[in-house]
């Protein structure tokens, strides 16, 4: 049987068959779960190959699938990534109600992005979308916060995004008569100006919404907060990445078929919108006083530096870009892990209230301080990387202001980091989190997979450079060099990363082994209020530490942009458009007679035009 | 036996008349009497569209007068489609309705008697090949259909029955004086003849023969501004009347207006007047479902603007465009059917039938629920559910013939649907429950109902091709009009006849 | 002026009854409040629709369209037969409007009944 295929039925039929075993045991509803995934997973990596090619013929459609080198990067990071959430699933959903349900939309939406992936012509990836799509929409309802209100938006931005891939694939179909996505790479270059600007548009918006970009990113801080945090570790960290895929196949494979003018502007927009994007949700996310939300808007601004690279488009920015976005999956995937653990352990993410978990859950602060430091950009986890060929890839290209645009958020970044960090684990211990245990081992262990696998790539960035760059030259960005652990940069010089991040191991071992020793033998455990502050002993009540009004000052700094959120906007124009209906429907007036009287008029109004209306 | 068309009309209407008299010999035949009928209408249907893939259109002639002297049936593969998908759909009412309110045997008996009408009339519309023959079965169809909707004394039925009276009444007039004029002008009432003749007639008194023949059926399909009878209608019908409006009387309706146009007249306009009153209508009924508060009301206007994308669909008149309006009619019934069996039972027991009352229905009532769901994912066309294929073919068609701007607001109103739709999905589902709401047990017959539905769109979704032949084919009989004409008159000079699309 | 031309005069008097008949339903209907009258408005369109009917198969000193022997002389002797067909088609028109006009008047009763009003402008529950 095809492999393809094959990937698809399990992860089909175990969301059914989850649903179903719900009914013996909810236990064993993300177990099943859990194992399609998995057993999908190792499909993928052990049998599906590139010359495989599934077609079928639907109605009057050929779905044809295939997988290649592209496909196949963001293949593997959805199978890794969903099969370490659903693990960490078992555990963490464990007691929930309706987790046939649950569990059901999950390999759904595992299925519909490996489905995108394979998809070769679009009406079977605008299928798989739209699957990804509802499936996602009743995750985030399901835990009903807001009486479904933030699910809708999302479905509405979603639809937006969707339909406007529609129009532009049927428009797409009405210039060249095929829906296959090689065909429109290569017939591109053919079509009129106008044409190519509206395609173009088009498709750009619907991966536009998916990866958050900037006037379209209002669904995602409540969507990723508000859903289950299994979930969200593969909705922020996968499904998002969706949204990349679709940008990597538009802006680097089929404009560079183009006229140069409208798709050049398209270029320049859509890096500022990303810019912008980034920075503002980092703003955001620093002020923020929930973990989940902190992360959610963390993950839009990541998301901006990863469409901000593509949309670039040289091939160090490209190489960047598709980097990040491996390692965002992963770190963010784990910290949304790590957030999840705690909430299931104390019941809240709120940091203001959190603290001093370090002691109590050990294993959850050193995934979380590894994908911290991995999203910060610091050496020598994988973010460093990533973040440095962008900031390359930035000034090579002569984009000086975005380049600013990107150190401001990234440096603003380190604010909301330290905050998660802080605010979480160190800090003052509070008296109700004092029988707050280390959670259970199967979701210590995704969390740690995912830690390591930053550590491994971190050190060894050239084990990703190798499919990256063949992913690209399938792309048509032809060859694109690489090294192990070699960055070179746009003058020449070459920077050995491998020196950089030996040094620094070997520096942060040498503390280690400094303080160990040093301190050996007269360590004492000290709880936070076990100190003298002049002479007062403090009370068990008294606050000694910065959890609230964390970053004051900063908030105050950066108020007047705050103050008028997109999203307000976007509510009084629903606002307004749904009073507009209101009156719109105040023809149905109620009377019969005036319902007649409509008809007579109508006839009238024909009769009167009918010269002009028929002939 | 010899199985034949005439069947479809002969045998319900035998049976609403017998009722009464079987209803003295045993309450129960009253009810079982319909399904036994309908079922045996599904075997005619069965043998009927087996013979006519094979063969080609059936034209039964009643009382050996031959056309265009009697009355004669035509069984196209067009017609067919639509008459066996009544049939099913009436099955499917039937079961849902066997035991839907647990009402005394008269009601019952008076129920299925008005039932059994409605289902002759909506078959004879579509296969009738005679003008008046036509207007009387629509009028056997809307005087049932008035009944049935003032059937509950306890709802303002019978004021939603008054107005839909009232503007069917017009609809009546307008129709029998276009029919009128039609017979001065060709001296014949049998449509094929008609199309024959059309091209001797002088334009402007085409034309108004048209415009009386658009607005009369326009009424009928529900076009805006001639639909306010129709949300008063559906919201205030008992719901199985509700499915049968939106699965056989629009449309009936519907394919009037599309054979007077596609088939009768030959004039330019018509088709462009499609799409433009399409879109109107569309986007007017969208926009007012999205403010409604009662569930089935909100139904209702969407179902007049599923009727609005028929027609554009119609209007753009391409063969892709007509296999997509007929496989959206098909959909349609199918989907909005589930949606109104099980959006019933969710609002049995709320006052007015309001949304705001359905918070947390979803682990009330979880089958029922997840019906619902099922048809709202549907309808707004996501896939891979039936809704999607129809909504596909219908915007390939219009993108071919250059109209983005018509896609384009199909697919802005499609997000207006999914809103309001998917508030109720998320209300049923996510809302806190209201306490001492009381749940109504769904009947077994019902039951069995919504579930074949939902299995109709879970295939239909996930394997097209069991639909798509017949409906092929329908679209192919639906365009060739110089066919239709031969079939029925085998010696006509056909050479006179365009085909302006 | 040889003879006045009774035809023409009884035909022009005839359409224009049938079409005054019409407009004057269309006035009841449209105009007046009250639910009857209305449903009158509806009868009396009906009445002018079959009048046109009949008249439009009238044919000048044509005789009654009955296949009987007698009929069959008339027509040999060279008057026409009036077309049967409109005359059919007034046969169930008429039949029509009186099923309509009976379930028009049943739900005019249980209106008023319901509301305590024959008013139609203050029958309004079911609105927008």
Redesign the interface.
Known sequence: MNSLLLIILILLGGAILAYLSKRISPMLSSIVSFLAITSAALVFFFLANDQEIVKISLGDFVLEWGLNAYSWIFGAMVMVMATLASLFSIFYMKGKDRLGYFNLNFDLSVMAMMGILFSLDWVSFFIFWEIMTWSSFLIIVYNGISEGKIGIKYMIFSAIGGYAMLLALVVTRSQIHSFLITDLIHSFAGFSGNMQALLGLLFLTAFGVKSAVMPLHVWAPRAYADSPMSYTAIFSGLLSKMGIFGFGIMLIAVFSHSVDGTIFVYREVLAWLAAITSVIATFYAVIQTDAKRLLAYSSIAQLGYIVMGLAIGTKLAVMAALFLAIMHAIYKGTLFMVVGAVERQTGITDMTRLGALIRKMPWTFFAALLSIIALAGIPPLGGFVGKWMLYESLITSDHYFLIILAFLSSTAAFLYSFRFLFGIFLGQEEKEFENVKEVPFTMVLPMLIGSLLLVVFGTFPGLLFKPLASAMSFLGMGDVSWNMSMLSNGWGDHVDTLDVINSVVIIFVLVAIFLGLKNRKRTRYVSTKDIHTSGEIPTENENLTYAVDFYKPFERAIAPVMKRKMDFYYNKFGEGLETFFDFLRRVYTGNGQTYAFYVIVFLVILIVFSQQIFF | MVISPVHYIAVPLLAAFLMPLLAKIHRELTRIVPGLVILYLGYVSVVLMNQVMAHGTIVEVIAGWNAPWGINLVYSPFTGFLASMMTAMAFVIWLYSYRFKKVDSQPALKYFILFMMLVTGTIGIVLTGDI?NFF?FL?IT??SS??LT?FY?DR?G??????Y???G??A???I??A??LL??QVGT?NMAQIAVRMHDVP??MK??I???F??GLG?EAEMF??N??A??AY??APSPVGVTFAALVVKAGVYGLIRIIFTLFD????Y??LIVMGAITLV?AE??A???KSLKRMLAYSSIGQMGVVMIAFGIGTNEAVFGAIFLMFNHAVIKGLLFMSGSYLVYNTPNKEIQYL?GYGMKMPLISLFFSLGA?AIVG???FAG??SK??I??A???N?M?GL??LI??V??VE??YY??V???L????PSKGSIMQKPTYGGVIAMSLLAIVILVVGF???VI?PYIHNAADALLDKAQYIHSVLPNADLSQIQNLK | MDTIDYYQIMSIGVYGSAIGLILIGLYAVLMKKHLTKIVIGLSIIDAGINLLFIAIGYISNGTAPIYSSQGIDLVKTGTPMVDPVPQALVLTAIVIGFGVTAVALSLVIRLYRHHNTARIDQIKSLKW
Do not use: C, N
């Not at chain 2, 004039?267 to 018509?270: E, F, L, R, Y």
């Open positions: 008046f009387v009028e809307a005087i008035y009944s003032a004394r303002d019978a004021e939603a029955a008054f107005k009276l009232l503007i009444s017009f009546s007039a307008f029998l004086i029919i009128l017979y001065t009432l334009t402007h034309i108004t048209l415009i009386l658009l607005v009424i501004p001639l306010g009878w949300p008063d919201s205030q004039v330019h306009g018509a462009e007047y007017m926009l007012a999205i403010r409604q918070s994912l996501l896939p891979p999607f294929w596909l073919y915007l390939i219009a993108a071919d250059q983005i896609i384009a697919l802005g499609s997000i999914i809103v998917f508030r999905v998320g209300r589902y996510f809302g806190k394997y097209p091709d798509t």
